[in-house]
């Protein structure tokens, strides 16, 4: 099973300030990753999917780089709405596995 | 629009039964691949099991396989979860998600139904 790792566990940003969260796969996943977005007490919400392939609906200010191992969701320019939890998952191969989250967090 | 919603869960002691439904609409459900995805405090997100469009391919994880069964009815746009022999630790809230046509990222969710397995 491949492990993904993500930094830091809470990142504290200002409003307007740019946030990096970085995930790390135990092996290449290729470019099979995605991000997702979940607020408190709603379900995920998928963000970015083939690396850096933005799903339906969702700013530009998000954007995702990296390949095989190290990977990178980038928001450019934080919004009050943006502040939650943010997960990425590999789908290379069964099974399919989360990284543990990073809480971004209002500074 | 896109909407999933499920249903099903509950309180069940260990080695009960369960079976959790997910209603869609709003999509071609055939189209699809559709997936459960379970959350736990201790445990973050895990997919669980997905299944093909036509039920031809279905993938369970290890910590669920030989317990958990999916199944779809296409006809009626729904998705099920039998699980049995259900364990403390499977205590978790449960989602119903679509997968996504050009990937295998989940791009619909459902609310999720919370199943607690206690005695």
């Known amino acids: 099973e491949i492990v993904m790792t993500q930094s830091p566990a809470t990142l504290s940003v200002s409003p307007g300030e740019r946030g990096t969260l970085s995930c790390r796969a135990s092996?290449?996943?290729?470019?099979?990753l995605a991000w997702y977005q979940q607020k408190p007490g709603q379900a995920p919400r998928l963000l970015i999917y083939?690396?850096?392939t933005r799903a339906t609906g969702i700013p530009a200010r998000f954007s995702g780089s990296g390949s095989e191992t190290e990977f990178t969701l980038t928001i450019s320019s934080l919004q009050s709405e943006d502040f939650a939890l943010y997960y990425c998952?590999?789908?290379?191969?069964?099974?399919?596995?989360f990284g543990q989250g990073t809480k971004l967090d209002l500074k | 629009q896109v909407q999933l919603v499920e249903s099903g869960g509950g309180l069940v002691r260990p080695g009960g039964s369960l079976r959790l439904s997910c209603a869609a609409s709003?999509?071609?459900?055939?189209?699809?691949?559709m997936a459960w995805v379970r959350q736990s405090p201790g445990k973050g997100l895990e997919w669980v099991s997905y299944?093909?469009?036509?039920?031809?391919?279905?993938y369970y994880a290890d910590s669920v396989k030989g317990r958990f069964t999916i199944s779809r009815d296409n006809a009626k746009k729904l998705l099920f979860l039998q699980m049995n022999s259900l364990r403390v630790e499977d205590t978790a809230v449960y989602y119903c998600?679509?997968?996504?046509?050009?990937?295998?990222?989940?791009?619909?969710w459902g609310q999720g139904t919370l199943v607690t397995v206690s005695s």
């Open positions: 083939g690396v850096s």
């Open positions: 709003g999509f071609t459900f055939s189209d699809y691949y």
């Open positions: 092996q290449s996943v290729s470019k099979n």
């Open positions: 998600a679509r997968v996504d046509l050009h990937s295998y990222g989940l791009d619909y």
């Open positions: 998952q590999h789908y290379n191969e069964w099974p399919y596995t």
């Open positions: 299944v093909s469009g036509g039920s031809g391919y279905i």
